[in-house]
């Protein structure tokens, strides 16, 4: 099998069908095939070879649906990176990855230029624009065959990495194989249905699993049309979602939020919205009735992490609505809730919830034992914690693992911490999640000074930004004289 086969099907059936529409850009079915076999062959052509792996870095674009459909073609795996990521944070995926190449925005380049040793891996990079140094997209266009077989490889040949935070506090490498992303994307197809006149929305971003699986793969794979979005900016969406009129989407509480507030969607007509699905982070009660009752449009609810490829359980269209709850697990995974010794516990019992299935991830990259830390014979170890209800829902009450959800971006207080700490003037410090409707939670951080030191509360989070993506900065600085911890090492008091 090849997952990248799912377009050639739609490529012979319906070849002038739209595919992928981005701003004033349309492209079929037809056109995307013959754009991808182009760049396979540019791919084959430089000695990229089955199991190679090639990071693409940039948003929701036509060049990452045609890189990342060409790298699973020939074999290779897509590492797809968020297009913000610092200097800093990509220094630790190259070095983690070694891709032979990069798909990317001529902006990315600079910070790339001094990854340490990247000129004993890195052979190419394939840029958007003409850029020195680099081929473009459409230079490859004008340059190659459109004809090109699909490699044939096992269901469990890796296809994409995707680094998380994890779930253990570390940016991992979560590798994930045609099989996990196939099973994922038959799902969608099994229970929204739809077909040709399907139109999703992939606004949240495609380097994300959420994005991938469930606004690229789960619409390509009945041959319906993707509407890419390259960043979040209502007054512009909202004429074009007029013009688009979508019927499908996985979208984050925090879009949800903003199209029942954001000014710019005072008159919005969502008539056309079928199947709306929430995840990423927890959907507040009061956005999901305001939402209902507005739009005349019910929110499916729904669960996953990276390392489940993503999705493990949601109220799906075919049962009942239980806003409350993640909904029930989806065909071919099993949920069960253990305890801390490993023992399922019963019906009603809040535990940790583990996950068993074809979306399992394969485990991260290089890191074995890592990988053995979290899946257990068998069981993914999510270290949320939850219960089951009589009837199979799922319900989420809390986390074990020490994070921060934030616009649907899981932080791990860690990896922040362990920036902000390097700060002169800071002598400790821990991150907190502060309740927030529209994000979910926003991110403020506990800093006690150096003695004798009054820190500047602004330079703290721009010497965080040096370092770490945006979202995963604090919002906030309180400077405190003394923090008190819990036995986990979380902050319980402070003062």
């Known amino acids: 099998m090849n997952l990248s086969e799912m377009v050639d099907r739609f490529a012979q059936d319906m070849p002038d069908h739209p595919a992928v529409v981005f701003e004033d850009l349309t492209i079929?079915?037809?056109?995307?095939?013959?754009?991808?076999?182009?760049?396979?062959?540019?791919?084959?052509?430089?000695?990229?070879?089955?199991?190679?792996?090639?990071?693409?870095?940039?948003?929701?674009?036509?060049?990452?649906?045609?890189?990342?459909?060409?790298?699973?073609?020939?074999?290779?795996?897509?590492?797809?990176?968020?297009?913000?990521?610092?200097?800093?944070?990509?220094?630790?995926?190259?070095?983690?990855?070694?891709?032979?190449?990069?798909?990317?925005?001529?902006?990315?380049?600079?910070?790339?230029?001094?990854?340490p040793n990247r000129d004993e891996y890195l052979k190419f990079i394939i840029t958007v624009e003409p850029t020195d140094g680099a081929i473009s997209f459409q230079q490859i266009q004008d340059s190659y065959s459109d004809r090109f077989q699909a490699v044939d490889v096992d269901p469990n040949h890796p296809g994409v990495i995707i680094f998380t935070a994890g779930l253990l506090g570390k940016a991992l490498g979560a590798t994930l194989s045609h099989r996990n992303l196939d099973s994922n994307s038959n799902m969608l197809r099994d229970t929204c249905g739809g077909g040709p006149e399907h139109h999703g929305l992939a606004l949240i971003p495609l380097f994300h699993a959420f994005g991938a699986a469930v606004n690229l793969l789960g619409t390509v794979k009945v041959g319906g049309t993707v509407y890419l979005v390259e960043r979040v900016d209502f007054p512009r969406l909202v004429p074009w979602l007029k013009k688009a009129r979508i019927t499908y989407s996985g979208l984050v509480p925090m879009v949800y939020y903003g199209l029942l507030y954001h000014p710019s969607c005072k008159d919005l007509d969502l008539s056309s919205f079928q199947i709306g699905i929430s995840g990423g982070a927890p959907l507040s009660m009061e956005i999901y009735e305001r939402f209902c009752e507005r739009y005349k449009i019910d929110i499916y609810q729904g669960?996953?992490?990276?390392?489940?490829?993503?999705?493990?359980?949601?109220?799906?269209?075919?049962?009942?609505?239980?806003?409350?709850?993640?909904?029930?697990?989806?065909?071919?995974?099993?949920?069960?809730?253990?305890?801390?010794?490993?023992?399922?516990?019963?019906?009603?019992t809040v535990g940790e919830v583990v996950v068993n299935g074809p979306n399992v991830m394969l485990g991260y990259i290089g890191k074995p034992k890592e990988t053995e830390t979290v899946i257990r014979n068998g069981w993914l170890y999510t270290g949320d914690l939850g219960s089951l209800d009589s009837d199979g829902y799922l319900t989420l009450v809390g986390l074990k693992k020490d994070l921060i959800i934030t616009s649907g971006f899981n932080v791990y207080c860690q990896e922040v911490e362990e920036i902000l700490i390097r700060h002169p003037h800071v002598a400790d410090v821990a991150l907190v999640g502060v309740d927030d409707l529209m994000r979910g939670q926003v991110i403020e951080a506990l800093v006690v000074p150096e003695p004798g030191v009054k820190p500047d509360e602004r330079d703290i989070i721009r010497f965080c930004k040096e370092y770490l993506s945006r979202y995963k900065c604090p919002r906030k600085v309180i400077i405190v004289k003394e923090i008190r911890r819990d036995v986990h090492g979380k902050p319980s008091e402070w003062s």
């Open 28 to 115: 079929s079915y037809a056109e995307l095939m013959s754009s991808i076999n182009k760049l396979c062959h540019a791919l084959t052509k430089a000695g990229v070879q089955k199991g190679d792996r090639i990071v693409i870095l940039m948003g929701n674009r036509p060049e990452f649906v045609i890189g990342y459909f060409a790298c699973l073609r020939i074999g290779a795996v897509a590492v797809t990176l968020n297009p913000l990521s610092t200097a800093y944070e990509l220094s630790h995926y190259f070095a983690d990855s070694r891709p032979v190449g990069l798909f990317c925005k001529s902006e990315q380049i600079p910070k790339i230029e001094n990854i």
């Open 303 to 348: 669960y996953g992490l990276t390392e489940s490829s993503p999705v493990v359980s949601w109220n799906n269209v075919n049962i009942p609505n239980k806003p409350s709850t993640v909904g029930t697990p989806i065909p071919d995974v099993t949920v069960q809730i253990h305890d801390d010794n490993g023992n399922p516990l019963p019906v009603g």
